[in-house]
Structures are given as C-alpha cells and as structure tokens.
Antibody
C-alpha cells in the first residue's frame, strides 16, 4: 500500500524557518517525481515545488522561489521542504504528492495527510 | 502561468441528481487536465486524469470530458459520499495550476 506521511509542521514566527519531511512507503520511491502542494485555511490548492526522481530537476512556484528548498533522499525514501524567511501568507496545510504520468502530462495519484504550518507572532 | 477557472464556485444538489462542473483554461492545454475530490480535513483524491480517464477504484458515475480550453466533470447520480469540493488541475505547463474549487453541497 502506498503511503506518504508528512511531519515537521508547527507554529513559527515570521522570518523563521521550518523543515518538512515526507516519508514514503509501499512503492519504489526513487522511481517517482514528487511535489509539495499547499492549502491555506479555507482556500484552494496551490502547487509549491517539484523534484525529479533523481533530484536533478527542481521547480518552484514564484511565491516561494528563493525561500524554500525541496530535496530528497532516495536511500531513506524521504522528501523534504526547507522553508526559510517564512511569512504569514505561508500559513497552510502542506501536502506531499506522488506524480505519475500519461502521454505528456502528469497527475498526482497519491497524497499524504498533510502537515499544518502556522506563521504567526 | 495558465489560469484555471471553475464554475460554479458552489452548487447545491440532491442525492440522485446529475451534476456537471466546468473548468476553463486561459489557453489551450490539450487533454492535460485532472480532477480531484477533497472532503473536509482530508487530502485531495484523484478522480480523473487526462481529461477523461477514470482513476482506478473511482466509481463509474464520475466522468470527464473536454479538450483544448473547456472541460467538464459529470457525476451521473449523486451519492451522499459525493458531497465535497472538486478541483481541476492543468499539467500542460511546467508549473501545474489548480482551479479555485467547486463546493458541492446537499440541497
């Protein structure tokens, strides 16, 4: 059974840092691209970051570029999101999501349960 | 960035109703369109990918159609467990984007 379990969320002051983790199991983690998607309270879904299966290709949403860093450790079946210079508008539930492909497109077929990040003084 | 616009933003319907939700892209995205269902406090769940392909395990009352800029998600006969928020997502561009969501409520 595919499982994605996020951890590391919590309350942090503006300007602070937090590192999220996503532990994967039930599939060959090193073969899949991964993403972080967030959802502010009462709002819709926002894609945050992507990392290729090897970690060689990385993308970020403009809203987090220069502040967040995505990484992975295939030996540990784990995905990470280092979040620096946090702002109130980064407050959200953060989901990790596995990416699968069709033709030239992609979709997120498995999601974790999410971890809440609250940025407040 | 490609903008995705869903309509309506909210919808009231009854069990047994046929419901259609629309998603429009700001430019052509071929068939690179996915649909997700999200219930309160839960992670999104993939329903449809590639505009019309049903994800394994999803009931056949869900269907998707469209290509280019206009897409629809149809639920043929609403069940109590279908009341949720639905999101479309484009994967045509490097940066995936989601629609704002359609909340389906019980009438």
């Amino acid at each position: 059974e595919v499982q994605l379990v996020e951890s590391g969320g919590g309350l942090v002051q503006p300007g602070g840092s937090l590192r999220l983790s996503c532990a994967a199991s039930g599939f060959t983690f090193s073969s899949y691209e991964m993403n972080w998607v967030r959802q502010a309270p009462g709002k819709g879904l926002e894609w945050v970051s992507y990392i290729s299966s090897s970690g060689s290709t990385i993308y970020y949403a403009d809203s987090v570029k220069g502040r967040f860093t995505i990484s992975r450790d295939n030996a540990k079946n784990s995905l990470y999101l280092q979040m620096n210079s946090l702002r109130a508008e980064d407050t959200a539930v953060y989901y990790c999501a596995r990416e699968s492909h069709f033709y030239g497109g992609d979709y997120f077929d498995y999601w974790g349960q999410g971890t809440l990040v609250t940025v407040s003084s | 960035d490609i903008q995705m616009t869903q309509s309506p933003s909210s919808l009231s319907a009854s069990v047994g109703d046929r419901v259609t939700i629309t998603c429009r892209a700001s430019q052509s995205i071929s068939s690179y369109l996915n649909w997700y269902q999200q219930k309160p406090g839960k992670a999104p769940k993939l329903l449809i990918y590639a505009a019309s392909s049903l994800q394994s395990g999803v009931p056949s009352r869900f269907s998707g159609s469209g290509s280019g800029t206009d897409f629809t998600l149809t639920i043929s006969s609403l069940q109590p467990e279908d009341f949720a928020t639905y999101y479309c997502q484009q994967s045509y561009s490097t940066f995936d984007t989601f629609g704002q969501g359609t909340k389906l409520e019980i009438k």
